[in-house]
């Protein structure tokens, strides 16, 4: 079992686990809630992503998806997975959240190996419910041709988005899992691409079921997606194929792992009333799906809720559900 507090313990690991108790001391709400016009069913709060990233329009979709059916949908942009668990557990206007299955996984794994820090906020973790499970999302690695595996990236430096994102502590939890150290560097986007393009990073990570858009480019032909594959089988890292042609210039499919992508919310079983909106969004929801594949991004085409009980049995059920 490893000790993710002993002195000895490898570099990455301590920053990782230094990054999540930051992140859970409750800190003054980094935005003012918009005034807005009150509809019949009431206001939902949800952080989603970068403004730029898939994560952001899906929830305007929601947001154009509650205004048919009576609810104000506010949508906050987020640093990525990571920032989103936290602030649901610190600030009690977050009523939903995009999450990666692997967050609240990896969070729980850790503090059940320890009573050490952490021990305090395991009473805040533990009230972190799942709305709804939605889709999966790949865990992609751009990297030049001749690193063919995670073991050929040991010690190296990959650039994962923001320390508060899902890629990063996906990454981090891949290295502990694997016994495969990492240097995780914060970059994203065309500052990725160019220190890729430099040598300033080995690769470039993210967890997403879209392609790198920076990494698209024709310059990027010189590099390639690194397969992944798990020695030790985990269930929240499901066996996958990226398909080919996801890149302009990816040949042929690529082994990797999947991770699902929640809908998670905090346990609000003693607080009737915002139990009650979220229970009528959810019915709302789950009777009107098709609006949201027929009008909103292709991933909610893969949104069961048909199958969607028996997959939320996988995870801690939110109470303020009707199925």
């Given at each position: 079992?490893?000790?993710?507090?002993a002195?000895?313990?490898?570099?990455a690991?301590?920053f990782?686990?230094l990054?999540?108790?930051?992140?859970?001391?409750?800190?003054?709400?980094?935005?003012?809630?918009?005034?807005s016009?009150?509809?019949?069913?009431?206001?939902?709060?949800?952080v989603t992503?970068d403004?730029d990233?898939?994560?952001?329009?899906?929830?305007e979709?929601?947001?154009?998806?509650?205004q048919?059916?009576?609810?104000?949908?506010?949508?906050?942009?987020?640093?990525?997975?990571l920032?989103?668990?936290?602030?649901?557990?610190?600030?009690?206007?977050?009523?939903?959240?995009?999450?990666q299955?692997?967050?609240?996984?990896?969070i729980?794994?850790?503090?059940?190996?320890?009573?050490?820090?952490?021990?305090?906020?395991?009473k805040?973790?533990?009230?972190v419910?799942t709305?709804?499970?939605?889709f999966?999302?790949?865990?992609?690695?751009v990297?030049?041709?001749k690193?063919n595996s995670?073991?050929?990236l040991?010690?190296?430096?990959?650039?994962?988005?923001?320390?508060?994102s899902?890629?990063?502590?996906?990454?981090?939890?891949?290295s502990?899992?694997?016994?495969?150290?990492?240097?995780l560097?914060?970059?994203?986007?065309?500052?990725?691409?160019?220190?890729?393009?430099?040598?300033?990073?080995?690769?470039?990570?993210?967890?997403?079921?879209?392609?790198i858009?920076?990494?698209n480019?024709?310059?990027?032909?010189?590099f390639?997606?690194?397969p992944?594959?798990?020695?030790?089988?985990?269930?929240?890292?499901?066996?996958?194929?990226?398909?080919?042609?996801t890149?302009?210039?990816?040949?042929?499919?690529?082994?990797?792992?999947?991770?699902?992508?929640?809908l998670?919310?905090y346990?609000?079983?003693?607080?009737m009333?915002?139990?009650q909106?979220l229970?009528?969004?959810?019915?709302?929801?789950?009777k009107?799906?098709n609006?949201?594949?027929?009008?909103g991004?292709?991933?909610?085409k893969?949104?069961?809720?048909d199958?969607?009980?028996?997959?939320?049995k996988?995870f801690?059920?939110?109470?303020?559900?009707?199925?």
């Amino acid at each position: 079992m490893v000790n993710l507090f002993a002195v000895n313990s490898h570099p990455a690991i301590r920053f990782l686990w230094l990054w999540v108790l930051l992140l859970v001391v409750p800190t003054p709400p980094s935005f003012a809630a918009k005034e807005s016009v009150a509809l019949r069913n009431g206001q939902v709060v949800l952080v989603t992503g970068d403004k730029d990233g898939i994560h952001y329009r899906l929830g305007e979709d929601l947001q154009k998806f509650g205004q048919l059916h009576g609810f104000d949908v506010v949508v906050k942009s987020s640093l990525g997975s990571l920032d989103n668990l936290m602030s649901i557990v610190n600030d009690d206007r977050i009523n939903i959240a995009f999450v990666q299955a692997d967050v609240p996984s990896w969070i729980s794994q850790r503090l059940n190996q320890s009573d050490r820090p952490g021990s305090d906020i395991r009473k805040y973790l533990v009230k972190v419910r799942t709305y709804y499970p939605l889709f999966d999302e790949w865990v992609q690695i751009v990297a030049r041709k001749k690193l063919n595996s995670l073991a050929d990236l040991k010690e190296g430096k990959i650039a994962v988005d923001s320390h508060k994102s899902g890629t990063f502590l996906t990454m981090g939890n891949l290295s502990l899992k694997e016994k495969i150290p990492f240097d995780l560097v914060a970059a994203s986007g065309s500052e990725a691409l160019e220190k890729l393009l430099s040598g300033e990073v080995d690769a470039v990570a993210s967890v997403s079921s879209d392609p790198i858009v920076t990494l698209n480019a024709p310059q990027s032909a010189d590099f390639h997606l690194v397969p992944i594959i798990l020695t030790q089988a985990d269930p929240v890292y499901v066996p996958t194929e990226i398909p080919v042609g996801t890149y302009a210039w990816q040949k042929e499919p690529v082994k990797t792992v999947s991770v699902k992508i929640l809908l998670a919310s905090y346990d609000y079983s003693q607080d009737m009333d915002i139990c009650q909106r979220l229970t009528r969004f959810s019915d709302v929801l789950r009777k009107n799906v098709n609006w949201l594949r027929t009008h909103g991004q292709r991933q909610w085409k893969q949104v069961d809720f048909d199958a969607v009980e028996a997959e939320g049995k996988k995870f801690l059920r939110s109470h303020c559900l009707s199925y």
